[in-house]
């Protein structure tokens, strides 16, 4: 006799559950063809949008507004093969839910939450308050864990200050060299003797005794 594989064994035990609850359990199967699935998608440059699809299972839709409110609701089917549709909206006062399961209830702050809450509420007020220019308000002040690392941060940034001071190598100017710039030569005429006098001198020499005709 052959061994029952593990299958067999779970319909058995499956049999009589089905049978108490009346054949309602849902057999999922195969997803649904892409056919029978809508969806849309659209927004704006003020932060609004609205999307959603729809199959025969499931569904899905949610919107924004421009004040930041969102609403949307989804649905499905159950194990019983019952829809059930979820309602949810989020604004200033939270996040709110509805449902038609009675297994879901809307969720309810707890006191840690609702303190948190408030402490966040103060800070934001406190915050528009000095954006305003209220001068009510005193600066902030430095936590000791802060001041002690800004005290180790400026020690090593002047320590690094000193050592790029210390290790900068030194340029130091050459030294040109000077040259002696003779002027440019001039040609004299002498009528008496007939010859023609060369003249070159140094422009940091002293000025030549005789006399010579200016450049032009």
């Known amino acids: 006799m052959q061994p029952l594989n593990l299958s067999f064994y779970l319909c058995l035990l499956l049999a009589p559950l089905r049978a108490a609850l009346g ?8 997803p649904p063809a892409a056919g029978t699935i809508t969806q849309y998608h659209s927004q704006d440059e003020h932060g609004q949008y609205a ?3 729809t199959a025969p299972l499931y569904s899905k839709h949610e919107t924004r507004t421009a004040d930041g409110v969102t609403h949307g609701s989804y649905s499905y089917v159950d194990a019983r093969g019952e829809r059930q549709t979820v309602g949810y909206t989020a604004d200033a006062a939270g996040f709110r839910i509805t449902s038609s399961s009675l297994q879901q209830q809307p969720n309810k702050e707890t006191p840690e939450v609702a303190q948190l809450r ?3 509420l103060a800070a934001h007020a406190e915050a528009k308050l000095r954006l305003a220019g209220g001068s009510s308000l005193s600066p902030v002040q430095d936590t000791p864990e802060v001041a002690a690392a800004k005290v180790a941060f400026f020690k090593r940034f002047e320590a690094e200050k000193l050592r790029h001071q210390l290790t900068k190598p030194v340029v130091k ?5 000077s040259y002696n710039i ?25 000025p030549p005794t005789r006399a010579y005709l200016p450049v032009a």
């Open 23 to 30: 054949g309602s359990l849902l057999d999922y199967g195969a």
């Open 173 to 177: 100017a050459a030294i040109q060299p």
């Open 118 to 120: 408030a402490q966040h």
């Open 51 to 53: 999307y959603g699809y």
């Open 182 to 206: 003779i002027s440019q030569p001039l040609y004299v005429y002498r009528p008496a003797s007939g010859y023609v006098y060369k003249y070159n001198s140094l422009l940091k020499a002293a």
